[in-house]
C-alpha cells in the first residue's frame, strides 16, 4: 500500500543553517506530495504541495521537489530561523484522492 | 475565514465513560477526516465522509469507535467504553473536494486522556 518514510530527528541546527529533511514514498499510480508544520501548540498547517512529477513546492523559504525516479520529496531550506522550530511532516495524498499518509514527523529545533 | 473548529480543546475521562468529539469543518467542505496522533508520531487515519457518507472506516480500531456526519458538515466521533489506550490527539480535516490537489486542513485538535 501506499506510505511515506520520512528521516528521524530530532535535528538540531544553529541559525541561518542549511536544512534538508528527507522524505520518500511508496505509491501506485501518481500521488500528490505535501508537506505539513506544526509549531507547538497548534494544529497541522500546510507549507507547502506539489501534484506531479518534477513540480517544485515551496513557501517561506522552504522548498520540496517532486521526483519520481527516486520517489523523494525532500525538504530544503536555505537559511534556517529559530521560528522554523516546530514538527515536519511529509505526506502523500493516493491517487484515488481518498487517503492522506503522513510520515511520523521530524521534529526541528534552531538554535540563535 | 473560520478554519476547522474542534471541541473540547481537552477532554479527561475515566476509563468505561463514553466520550463525544466534535468537529465543525470549514463551511463548504465536502470531505471530513477524523484521525488520532499519538505523542511523537504522525497522524494515523481513522475515518472520512463525503458529504454525509462515510466512505471509508478502516481505520477504526475496534466497534468502540464510531463517527457520523448526518448533515454533511459537523461530525462526531465517538469512543463507548474508554480506555487508557484510547488517550491521544484526536485531529479532525476537511478538503474541498475529491481532487487530487486538495490538501487537508487541520483543526486543533482534542487532547483525550482516560485515567
Known amino acids: 500500500g501506499d506510505s511515506v518514510t520520512q528521516m528521524e530527528g530530532p535535528v538540531t541546527l544553529s541559525e541561518e543553517a542549511f536544512l534538508t529533511i528527507n522524505c520518500t514514498y511508496t505509491?501506485?499510480?501518481?500521488?500528490?506530495l505535501f508537506w505539513y508544520v506544526q509549531y507547538p501548540g497548534e494544529g497541522l498547517q500546510l507549507l507547502l504541495k506539489?501534484?506531479?512529477?518534477?513540480d517544485k513546492g515551496s513557501n517561506k523559504g522552504f522548498e520540496a521537489t517532486y521526483r519520481k525516479e527516486t520517489t523523494s520529496f525532500h525538504l530544503e531550506k536555505g537559511s534556517v530561523q529559530v521560528s522554523d522550530s516546530a514538527v515536519y511532516f511529509c505526506?502523500?495524498?493516493?491517487?484515488?484522492?481518498?487517503?492522506?499518509?503522513f510520515g511520523t514527523g521530524t521534529s526541528l529545533t534552531v538554535i540563535p | 475565514g473560520a478554519g476547522v473548529s474542534q471541541s473540547p480543546r481537552y477532554k479527561v475521562t475515566k476509563r468505561g465513560q463514553d466520550v463525544a468529539l466534535r468537529c465543525d469543518p470549514i463551511?463548504?467542505?465536502?470531505?471530513l477526516y477524523w484521525y488520532r496522533q499519538a505523542l511523537g508520531q504522525g497522524p494515523e487515519f481513522l475515518t472520512y465522509?463525503?458529504?454525509?457518507?462515510?466512505?471509508?472506516k478502516s481505520g477504526l480500531p475496534n466497534d468502540r469507535f464510531s463517527a457520523e456526519r448526518p448533515e454533511g458538515s459537523i461530525s462526531t466521533l465517538t469512543i463507548q467504553r474508554t480506555e487508557q489506550r484510547d488517550s491521544a490527539m484526536y485531529r479532525c480535516?476537511?478538503?474541498?473536494?475529491?481532487?487530487?490537489?486538495?490538501?487537508?486542513?487541520f483543526g486543533n485538535g482534542t487532547r483525550l486522556t482516560v485515567t
Open positions: 465522509f463525503n458529504y454525509e457518507a462515510q466512505q471509508d
Open positions: 480535516a476537511s478538503s474541498p473536494g475529491r481532487g487530487l490537489v486538495s490538501p487537508l486542513h
Open positions: 463551511s463548504g467542505h465536502v470531505s
Open positions: 505526506a502523500l495524498r493516493g491517487y484515488t484522492g481518498n487517503q492522506f499518509y
Open positions: 506539489a501534484t506531479k512529477a518534477d
Open positions: 505509491a501506485t499510480g501518481y500521488p500528490s
